[in-house]
């Protein structure tokens, strides 16, 4: 048997695409569904991997990024995905830990827990306070994504 074929194999790579920047829950739910995982067990599992580089980010983004600055062509680049950070931090920044949540909770593109992470450590957001908010909105991301995987399931 492929390992990618096995209930372990579909887990891992459940876990592993809710890590992706971008795709995050959005992508891992609807996969692990159309690779035969239960709804509720491709949920969890992307869920719990969509939370794991948060910390990692939040510990360590300024840090990466003061090291990318000294690379000339990156730095612009560095600079522009802060400037981005603080716009989607708008609302974060007016209602703090509910605008967190909310940021992380809407499945859209641009949203979730790599972006509130970053928006996160912009803000000054403590961890504390920071991955609760963000582990609320990826449990609402991932209820909404996979009530949206079922129902588009059911209807072929």
Same mark, same amino acid.
């Given at each position: 048997m492929i390992f990618g074929e096995s209930i372990l194999g579909k887990l891992a790579m459940t876990f592993a695409m809710a890590m992706? #920047?971008?795709?995050?829950?959005r992508g *891992? &739910? #609807?996969?692990?569904?159309a690779?035969?995982? #239960?709804? *509720?067990?491709?949920?969890?599992?992307?869920? =719990?991997?969509n939370m794991v580089p948060? #910390?990692? &980010?939040?510990l360590l983004i300024r840090k990466i990024f003061r090291l990318l600055?000294?690379?000339?062509?990156?730095?612009p680049k560095i600079d522009a995905l802060e400037q981005r950070a603080h716009l989607k931090g708008r609302t974060v920044k007016k209602y703090r830990t509910l605008g967190l949540v909310l940021l992380v909770a809407v499945p859209l593109p641009g949203t979730g827990a790599w972006?509130?992470?970053?928006?996160?450590d912009v803000l000054d957001i403590r961890?504390?306070? *920071?991955?609760? *908010? =963000?582990?609320v909105g990826? =449990?609402?991301a991932g209820c909404v994504i996979t009530a949206l995987t079922c129902g588009v399931v059911s209807l072929f």
């Open positions: 992706v #920047p971008v795709v995050e829950l *891992a &739910i #609807p996969l692990g569904v690779a035969g995982l #239960p709804p *509720a067990v491709a949920a969890v599992t992307a869920m =719990i991997g948060v #910390p990692f &980010i939040l600055r000294k690379i000339s062509w990156l730095g972006t509130g992470a970053l928006v996160a961890m504390k306070t *920071a991955l609760p *908010a =963000i582990a990826v =449990i609402i």
